[in-house]
């Protein structure tokens, strides 16, 4: 028998001896974290309503559904989030290589002498590296879990953006509104300066008459002041977060929604669980996190090589040149180094994993049960507010300008009368702006439109 077969046994052995090895080191992990707890380790896309983005060139008005499409393609928060997913395809781009290692080439040339006479040794070596135990298809299915892990992150910001542009589009529609009610405070001051004014110059009334109503008039005019640069200030702060060319928008044009009450809170934990893009994103995580410990685990496996050698030799005679052509194989023994270290890096980012999906699920059920309990309670105090006061408050300003046309109170009366008034109908849109500002919230945690969970669409 050659000498190369006669120590293949042994050489065979030494290599299952250590596959034993690096295979007993990997099977001695004790449980891992159960994947899809919760929901299912699949991108689930966000609500976004269809339609091309419109042209800021040519657009007059932007209706809500105008807002949303065109956030979705140019927040800037969601271009920074594709931008950081795209990094993630570099990974995709390495586990496509099937080999670990590019081959080596080794060159060895140098003289030989002996007592007969001198000569010269050649030696070429070709080496490869390769992996046996499965690591190319498991570094590119634990690729393709990173990768769907940041698609779940851009999807997660954009119905961030898609909750935050929807809430600032009912605050601005709220803020027109709260404007034109100071508007109408304004006028009413400004009639009675000038009812005041006339009859302080008929010497009917004190001229301290009309101090108090010169004051009315302030006070009304800045409340009229603070609510359009309230208005403005939201709307500039709508134009940075949809991504518009320039901080002016357009007008903006709709009807604000009906106030109902929540959906039952079993209805939309349910719901939150499945669609909400951060628990889709944390059992991605845990997806991830296997495959990673799965890569790690059989990276502690060995990597044997395989060479190709050609060796000549000559000496000093016409036919003393001798060639050889080799094929060697060497593989490491895993007694000391077994990627311990990889593999305890992976299990512990894994066990975070898990704990932070617990911690998201928590945390959300918390913030969906307070917000559900804010927005029924925001119905009720909207409730209190709509009586006869508020709905009719032209009509009421006209009867106080009346009854003091006709003497019936005085001006200090009116302006009791006008600040309680204005108070109440400010509490009012307090209250409106708290209620569809906790829709906006109760929407963006259950993770999808709730509304058509109701008869009505608020």
């Given at each position: 028998?050659?000498?190369?077969?006669?120590?293949?046994?042994?050489?065979?052995?030494?290599?299952?001896?250590?596959?034993?090895?690096?295979?007993?080191?990997?099977?001695?992990?004790?449980a891992l974290p159960p994947t899809?707890?919760?929901?299912?380790?699949?991108?689930?896309?966000?609500?976004?309503?269809?339609?091309?983005?419109?042209?800021?060139?040519?657009?007059?008005?932007?209706?809500?559904?105008?807002?949303?499409?065109?956030?979705?393609?140019?927040?800037?928060?969601?271009?920074?989030?594709?931008?950081?997913?795209?990094?993630?395809?570099?990974?995709?781009?390495?586990?496509?290589?099937?080999?670990?290692?590019?081959?080596?080439?080794?060159?060895?040339?140098?003289?030989?002498?002996?007592?007969?006479?001198?000569?010269?040794?050649?030696?070429?070596?070709?080496?490869?590296?390769?992996?046996?135990?499965?690591?190319?298809?498991?570094?590119?299915?634990?690729?393709?879990?990173?990768?769907?892990?940041?698609?779940?992150?851009?999807?997660?910001?954009?119905?961030?953006?898609?909750?935050?542009?929807?809430?600032?589009?009912?605050?601005?529609?709220?803020?027109?509104?709260?404007?034109?009610?100071?508007?109408?405070?304004?006028?009413?001051?400004?009639?009675?300066?000038?009812?005041?004014?006339?009859?302080?110059?008929?010497?009917?009334?004190?001229?301290?008459?009309?101090?108090?109503?010169?004051?009315?008039?302030?006070?009304?005019?800045?409340?009229?002041?603070?609510?359009?640069?309230?208005?403005?200030?939201?709307?500039?702060?709508?134009?940075?977060?949809?991504?518009?060319?320039?901080?002016?928008?357009?007008?903006?044009?709709?009807?604000?929604?009906?106030?109902?009450?929540?959906?039952?809170?079993?209805?939309?934990?349910?719901?939150?669980?499945?669609?909400?893009?951060?628990?889709?994103?944390?059992?991605?995580?845990?997806?991830?996190?296997?495959?990673?410990?799965?890569?790690?685990?059989?990276?502690?496996?060995?990597?044997?090589?395989?060479?190709?050698?050609?060796?000549?030799?000559?000496?000093?005679?016409?036919?003393?040149?001798?060639?050889?052509?080799?094929?060697?194989?060497?593989?490491?023994?895993?007694?000391?180094?077994?990627?311990?270290?990889?593999?305890?890096?992976?299990?512990?980012?894994?066990?975070?994993?898990?704990?932070?999906?617990?911690?998201?699920?928590?945390?959300?059920?918390?913030?969906?049960?307070?917000?559900?309990?804010?927005?029924?309670?925001?119905?009720?105090?909207?409730?209190?507010?709509?009586s006869e006061v508020v709905p009719?408050?032209?009509?009421?300003?006209?009867?106080?300008?009346?009854?003091?046309?006709?003497?019936?109170?005085?001006?200090?009366?009116?302006?009791?009368?006008?600040?309680?008034?204005?108070?109440?109908?400010?509490?009012?849109?307090?209250?409106?702006?708290?209620?569809?500002?906790?829709?906006?919230?109760?929407?963006?945690?259950?993770?999808?439109?709730?509304?058509?969970?109701?008869?009505?669409?608020?």
């Amino acid at each position: 028998m050659p000498p190369l077969w006669r120590h293949l046994p042994a050489f065979l052995t030494t290599i299952a001896s250590s596959l034993l090895l690096a295979s007993v080191a990997s099977a001695s992990d004790p449980a891992l974290p159960p994947t899809e707890r919760y929901a299912p380790d699949a991108p689930l896309k966000p609500y976004i309503p269809a339609g091309e983005p419109v042209d800021p060139a040519q657009v007059s008005t932007l209706s809500l559904n105008a807002l949303l499409v065109y956030a979705d393609r140019h927040s800037p928060r969601i271009e920074s989030a594709r931008a950081r997913a795209a990094t993630v395809d570099a990974e995709r781009q390495r586990a496509r290589i099937f080999f670990p290692d590019n081959p080596e080439l080794s060159l060895g040339l140098g003289p030989q002498r002996s007592a007969e006479g001198g000569g010269t040794e050649l030696e070429i070596a070709l080496e490869q590296r390769f992996e046996i135990a499965g690591e190319p298809g498991l570094r590119r299915r634990a690729a393709a879990d990173r990768q769907r892990l940041a698609e779940a992150g851009v999807d997660d910001v954009r119905w961030e953006v898609h909750v935050e542009t929807h809430r600032l589009f009912v605050d601005v529609l709220l803020a027109e509104e709260r404007t034109q009610q100071a508007e109408q405070f304004v006028a009413f001051a400004r009639t009675l300066r000038d009812i005041a004014s006339r009859q302080v110059e008929a010497g009917e009334l004190s001229p301290l008459n009309l101090l108090v109503a010169e004051a009315d008039l302030a006070q009304t005019g800045e409340v009229l002041i603070e609510a359009r640069q309230g208005a403005e200030a939201l709307r500039t702060q709508l134009a940075a977060e949809i991504g518009w060319p320039t901080l002016k928008l357009p007008p903006i044009h709709g009807e604000l929604p009906p106030i109902v009450a929540a959906p039952e809170l079993d209805t939309l934990l349910a719901s939150m669980a499945h669609h909400h893009p951060s628990v889709r994103m944390r059992e991605l995580a845990v997806s991830a996190g296997h495959s990673q410990l799965r890569l790690q685990e059989r990276e502690a496996w060995p990597e044997p090589t395989l060479g190709l050698v050609f060796g000549q030799e000559s000496g000093p005679g016409a036919d003393a040149t001798a060639r050889t052509l080799m094929v060697q194989l060497s593989v490491g023994l895993p007694l000391w180094h077994r990627n311990q270290e990889g593999r305890a890096r992976a299990r512990a980012e894994l066990e975070l994993a898990d704990r932070q999906r617990d911690a998201t699920i928590i945390a959300l059920r918390q913030r969906l049960t307070d917000a559900t309990h804010a927005l029924n309670a925001a119905v009720e105090r909207v409730g209190l507010y709509e009586s006869e006061v508020v709905p009719q408050l032209e009509q009421n300003l006209s009867l106080l300008q009346r009854a003091y046309e006709l003497g019936e109170v005085d001006i200090h009366q009116v302006s009791q009368t006008r600040e309680r008034l204005l108070q109440v109908t400010r509490q009012h849109l307090d209250a409106r702006q708290t209620y569809y500002e906790s829709a906006a919230l109760l929407e963006g945690l259950v993770g999808t439109n709730i509304w058509p969970l109701h008869e009505e669409t608020p």
